[in-house]
């Protein structure tokens, strides 16, 4: 028992220091290292240096004093937006907008990879990947133009209702008719684009399961429960953590582009109330305190969300 001990201590011992295996590390993968450096300047860069003027959100921010010798409010500008008649609406409307986006849009790739999977034929396979892949490489600029044109009251869209009898409808102006547009748009632009990493990730899974499934007699669908999306269920929880994490996050662009002052009360978002407030009425404080309230609930919801994930199912970011 003695000899054990003393072996365990020696071999704690003779352990390398960090540096050492970093050394030892470098020289084995130095190129690999000097591939690493611009991906981390991008971060350092784009990412961290830009979180110096956060504490704007906290100063009546003005360019005549700069960030530093602006004054101090605290927490005045949060308390104001709290207590203002736009939080609940735009807290409302994000949530609305980003949790139907994730409802529709985050299964659809899963299926689509699913059932491109089952083809057979590569030269059909190959003309379904690449139709599919296409809309996600049109400029949101004319997605939203197509949408427009589309959904006009001389559009496509009205000219299919008008020829089943019914009447035209004016969907920019109707409130409750953006979300459907966004978030269908949104799916259909996206989709195709989402199947790679699961089309990925299908590869990976062992034929010889699927042999040994067909000689006991289950059929395709026995398959896909019990083979297929078990073998890419660890890509798909990772996958879903990472974009629950984006919850609050709905982009900008493509609501700027879209809405108007009539549909405010179910389009404007925290994105775009950012933008007003920060670029048309430079309030720029203000703007940052949303931001910031922003990104610390996204936060909040990614550790959250990785951390059920890592205790219910073993799989998590870190």
Same mark, same amino acid.
């Given at each position: ?140 600029? /004319? ?7 589309? !959904?006009? #009251?001389?559009?496509? =869209? @009205? +000219? ?129 305190? /949303? ?7 996204? !936060?909040? #919801?990614?550790?959250? =969300? @990785? +951390? ?11």
């Amino acid at each position: 028992m003695q000899i054990n001990k003393s072996n365990a201590v020696n071999t704690i011992a003779k352990k390398p220091s960090y540096f050492t295996r970093l050394k030892k590390d470098y020289k084995q993968n130095k190129y690999l290292y000097f591939m690493l450096i611009p991906v981390v300047a991008y971060f350092l860069i784009f990412y961290y240096q830009p979180m110096y003027g956060v504490q704007i959100a906290f100063k009546n921010y003005s360019f005549k004093y700069g960030i530093w010798g602006s004054p101090w409010v605290g927490l005045k500008h949060f308390k104001g937006f709290f207590d203002s008649y736009y939080f609940f609406r735009l807290l409302r409307n994000t949530l609305t907008l980003s949790l139907n986006d994730l409802v529709w849009g985050f299964p659809a790739p899963i299926l689509l990879a699913l059932l491109i999977n089952e083809i057979r034929n590569n030269s059909f396979k190959r003309i379904v990947q690449s139709v599919t892949y296409l809309p996600h490489f049109i400029s949101l600029i /004319v997605v939203c133009g197509m949408l427009k044109d589309f !959904f006009s #009251l001389n559009g496509l =869209v @009205n +000219n299919i209702i008008q020829q089943f009898g019914g009447e035209p409808i004016q969907f920019f102006i109707k409130a409750d008719m953006f979300m459907p547009i966004y978030v269908g748009s949104n799916v259909w632009q996206q989709l195709g684009w989402g199947t790679i990493i699961y089309l990925s990730a299908l590869t990976g899974i062992d034929p010889e399961l699927y042999e040994a499934a067909r000689m006991d007699g289950a059929n395709k669908f026995r398959q896909i429960i019990n083979i297929t999306l078990p073998g890419i269920m660890s890509t798909i929880i990772i996958l879903f953590i990472l974009r629950t994490g984006k919850i609050l996050t709905v982009g900008s662009e493509k609501v700027l582009l879209l809405y108007n002052p009539t549909i405010y009360e179910k389009a404007d978002v925290i994105s775009t109330f950012v933008y007003r407030k920060g670029l048309e009425e430079s309030n720029y404080s203000y703007a940052a305190t /949303v931001g910031l309230f922003n990104s610390v609930i996204n !936060f909040i #919801l990614l550790i959250a =969300v @990785n +951390n059920l994930s890592k205790k219910y199912t073993e799989n998590s970011l870190w």
